[in-house]
């Protein structure tokens, strides 16, 4: 069964009869769309990005969610951390399972974070200074041996490194 379509025939006779003016720019083409004239007019509601969103992901076949929720796992779009990454989404096959769940080290993670300490001879004081904190920061070793929780940052830091090694 095919869709509904709005009628547009009483919006736009309300917008002749209560707005004149919004009616006549539409008309004249300075306003692009009847939806942004009945927006202007206040007779309808701006729609949100939330909004937006949500239409979206509605129409979007089972193809374009899958890709659309790697996507989010992949730019940590669903973490407490704003993920602003301007990079292209990368094939669903290049997708790496997340390291983290919120502060907390995966045990997949744990397992290949102490796999690439035991290969290259590391300590975890080691991993801090190549991420970029102080060797002396033992929030790593207490996450790897007791499950403690680590700073958003240290886990960001982690996954590049993860990454980096990963591939030598």
Known sequence: MAKKRPDNAHDLQRLRSEFPDVHGAFLAGKIPSLRKALVIAGIKPERSRLDKLKNSWTKATDEE??????????????????????APSPSASSVRPPIASGR?????????????MAKRQLNPGDVMQEIGFPPDDHSLAHALARGASLRLAVIAALETWLRTNAQG
């Open 104 to 116: 907390y080290l995966m045990p997949s993670a744990v397992a290949e974070i102490k796999a690439i």
């Open 65 to 86: 969610r899958d890709a659309f929720l790697s996507w989010l796992a992949v730019t940590r779009a669903l973490s407490t951390t704003p993920a602003h990454s301007s």
